[in-house]
């Protein structure tokens, strides 16, 4: 049987709690949140007076934008700590005594004494790793339970062995706060973990390892959050460089990070970046699908050798012949470009010239849209050379007539001839990654043919697995921002002549009528010059760090964050590693789970092209989230591929077997039992507003939810589901991450062993499978309880 979870204003392991402790625990959690809620207002007045200002000079402006957004993100840290604000306490036995929490906050006093501790803090560390045989010099560990502010719970551990309060008979009272936790109803969201992070998880979250740190494990064992909280952990431990740089989090879908979405803001950490990997590529929403087999064949290594071909296709050269010069037809011309001069006739670009301007360009190893200028003035030069040959041949064989000023001009005339430079577009065109793309989409090249026609698509929406091809076009290509940094020097230029104007009439208009007064009066040109001057009416961009790097292509993120990272492509690799150049990344994933025909599974696989075996893992093997009724049976399903597989073991019982429901009319029997689910939530609706406790996800191949969306009133299948709601349809890729209170599973033979295993692992409480067919193995001989309807 499972442990039953503590509950009670005063519990002790063994330990009497008077009424006045629990007093006192109230009274600082009081004191506490009025120093919350000074700290907030004072943010405000702040804010407000800052808004206020008359100031509309550039300076003025300047530091109104900065003094604001500190203090809307201090606002913002401290409006995160309202709810459970302070958790924990800390006696030590050398009289120390410390409270731990959220965020840090600080007395108004003069030595600004703290008042609660940031969980992060080192000090804090052995509330998660004390035990009795290694106290780390506490005495007493407490665990403080709240809702709102009012204390609900107290749960003490004597740590010190020789300490007279203890009994002998102790429990493991933070076990009694860790089952409260996760026998809680879910609500859609996950929560963070901060209160009942475990000894395993807290060595992981506070890593040392600067480079890649591979996290894994089966389902349940909090590998998410971990993740999460490591993310928080070195935004404090690392502030001032991944305040600049950034942290990304990639997740599976937009549901999976729509679920995470509250963790770090409740952690008092908003600059993070959350994407999926469709949302990689700045200016691109992938929302379309592909069809099966093609996201495995874009996803693949070669691929990147591919768009090289590709682009190098588009560097051509002249294949026609020019025509016919009245010359000895004997001889065949070499085939070139014909271009119409306005003035000087017809000027022949053949293959040689192009050729020899090809290799200059790309002997400069630069991407193919800043090669271009090479190429275009090779062209220009050789095509100079030409014309300068028919118009200063010196018809009795001497020296040619022109001189090099003469040349020169003729340069320029043809440098700036619209026909020239449509001649060098037609052999080296400037290219974008979105046009390459679709172009090669619609005719891929250099593949088999059965890898062409799964990829092959004319039009249509991105896809996730198109991101990493054109980010990939985008390095091969480069952007040629030439015009517009001249245009911006030009700019700048402006701007200081402009100032130094200024400057100069201020020190023309200068009186010396006091000049023999030993005073001397500094001007503005005594203490600034005129580049200076420019430069403090200059734009400054105050988009948060998350918002510029999401704008950015070509951002270096400080830290990457990778959950299920096995299911990600090779190609999908090169993109990441392109943001963070530094390898600081942690990986969270579980090979078990891979279901994407793309994702490479196995972690050498990833990592040896980019880090060696330079790369740490560490594994997690509890189960928190699933109880052992249900992991039985999920298991026996992977089992019966691979016979040595095993799973994490679950930390819980519920006493209820997973059950399975053979039925004839599949849609009709999961809306029964998605019924008797619910129970007394019927009232709410099924799909309406959620309820005050509880989720349910049916979990089904895809092709089956429309059947199942028209029988269950108020759920909707698409491709961001609500989680939020009493009941959601999920598809087992969606459904990667998440956890509900009961999930269903359709068909469950219609789904890739991965995939089912992935879907038999939702649930925290009840499981149920409904099928009309044949049951898949380890399923149909499973722990699971049989019915019929």
């Not at 992981?204 to 740190?213: A, E, F, N, Y």
Request: hydrophobic share 40%.
């Amino acid at each position: 049987m499972r442990k039953k979870a503590l509950r009670g204003h005063c519990i002790g392991s063994g330990v009497k709690l008077s009424t006045e402790e629990f007093r006192h625990e109230q009274q600082f959690i009081d004191g506490l949140y009025a120093r919350l809620d000074d700290l907030r207002d004072q943010a405000e007045l702040t804010m407000r007076g800052a808004l206020a200002a008359a100031g509309t000079g550039f300076q003025a402006r300047l530091e109104r934008d900065v003094l604001v957004a500190e203090q809307s993100g201090l606002l913002s840290a401290l409006n995160t700590g309202e709810n459970g604000l302070c958790f924990g306490r800390l006696e030590f036995s050398d009289g120390r005594d410390h409270h731990i929490g959220r965020i840090g906050i600080r007395r108004d006093d003069a030595e600004r004494t703290p008042l609660v501790l940031d969980w992060r803090a080192d000090v804090a560390r052995p509330f998660y790793l004390a035990t009795g045989h290694h106290p780390m010099g506490l005495r007493r560990r407490r665990h403080i339970t709240t809702k709102g502010r009012e204390v609900t719970a107290l749960h003490d551990e004597i740590l010190d062995l020789t300490d007279p309060e203890r009994t002998g008979l102790e429990g493991a009272d933070a076990d009694a706060v860790l089952l409260a936790a996760l026998d809680a109803a879910r609500t859609g969201r996950m929560h963070d973990i901060v209160q009942t992070i475990q000894a395993e998880q807290d060595r992981i979250i506070r890593s040392p390892h600067r480079g890649v740190l591979v996290v894994e494990g089966g389902p349940g064992t909090g590998k998410t959050a971990v993740a999460l909280h490591r993310a928080a952990y070195l935004l404090y431990a690392h502030r001032e460089h991944l305040a600049k740089r950034g942290v990304l989090i990639v997740g599976p879908n937009p549901a999976f990070l729509g679920y995470i979405g509250e963790v770090l803001p409740s952690l008092g950490e908003t600059g993070v970046l959350l994407a999926t990997m469709g949302e990689l590529f700045p200016g691109i929403r992938a929302t379309g699908t592909d069809r099966p087999g093609a996201a495995a064949v874009k996803g693949r290594a070669d691929m990147a050798e591919v768009l090289a071909r590709v682009v190098r296709d588009r560097q051509t050269l002249p294949e026609s012949l020019p025509a016919d010069t009245g010359e000895d037809s004997s001889v065949l011309p070499e085939p070139a470009l014909e271009i119409d001069h306005d003035e000087y006739g017809t000027l022949l670009l053949d293959r040689t010239m192009a050729h020899a301007a090809r290799d200059r360009a790309r002997a400069t190893g630069l991407p193919h849209n800043l090669a271009r200028p090479t190429f275009a003035f090779a062209v220009i030069d050789s095509l100079t050379e030409q014309l300068a040959d028919r118009l200063g041949a010196d018809p009795y064989g001497g020296p040619n007539l022109l001189g090099p000023d003469d040349i020169a001009q003729l340069g320029k005339e043809i440098a700036t001839s619209a026909e020239v430079h449509s001649a060098i577009d037609c052999l080296w065109p400037p290219l974008t990654p979105q046009g390459l793309v679709a172009d090669f989409l619609a005719d891929p090249t250099h593949l088999p043919e059965a890898d062409a026609e799964l990829i092959r698509r004319t039009g249509g929406d991105w896809t996730p697995a198109d991101v990493p091809l054109l980010d990939e076009a985008a390095e091969l290509l480069g952007v040629d921002d030439s015009a517009q940094r001249i245009a911006e020097e030009r700019a700048r230029q402006e701007r200081i002549a402009y100032a130094q104007g200024v400057l100069d009439l201020s020190a023309g208009s200068e009186s010396y009528e006091f000049e023999d007064m030993e005073n001397e009066f500094l001007a503005a040109h005594d203490i600034i010059d005129a580049e200076r001057m420019a430069e403090r009416h200059e734009e400054a961009d105050h988009r948060s760090t998350a918002e510029r790097a999401a704008a950015d292509r070509t951002w270096a993120f400080g830290h990457v964050i990778v959950d299920e990272a096995q299911e990600l492509s090779a190609m999908a690799w090169r993109l990441l590693m392109r943001r963070c150049p530094t390898r600081s990344m942690t990986l969270v994933g579980d090979p078990a789970q891979t279901g994407d025909e793309a994702g490479c599974g196995s972690w050498e696989e990833i990592l040896d092209p980019y880090v060696g075996d330079r790369w740490e893992l560490v594994r997690l093997g509890v189960n928190y989230r699933t109880p052992a009724e249900i992991m039985d049976v999920a298991a026996a399903v992977l089992r019966a591929r691979h016979p040595g597989f095993e799973p994490p073991s679950s930390v819980r019982s519920t006493g209820r077997r997973p059950w399975v429901r053979a039925a004839d009319d599949v849609a009709a029997a999961v809306a029964e039992a998605v019924g008797e689910a619910v129970g007394g939530m019927a009232g709410r609706a099924v799909g309406g507003d959620a309820p005050a406790e509880g989720r349910l996800a049916v979990i089904a191949p895809r092709d089956l939810h429309g059947a199942l969306a028209g029988v269950l009133p108020g759920v909707r299948a698409g491709a961001e589901p609500d989680l939020t709601r009493a009941v959601v349809l999920l598809d087992p890729r969606q459904a990667k991450g998440l956890e509900f209170d009961s999930v269903v599973v359709v068909e469950p033979a219609d789904l890739l062993p991965s995939d089912l295993y992935v879907a038999l692992t939702r649930a925290t409480q009840s499981l149920g499978v409904v099928h009309s067919g044949r049951l898949p193995e380890g399923l149909a001989d499973g722990d699971a309880r049989t019915e019929t309807r």
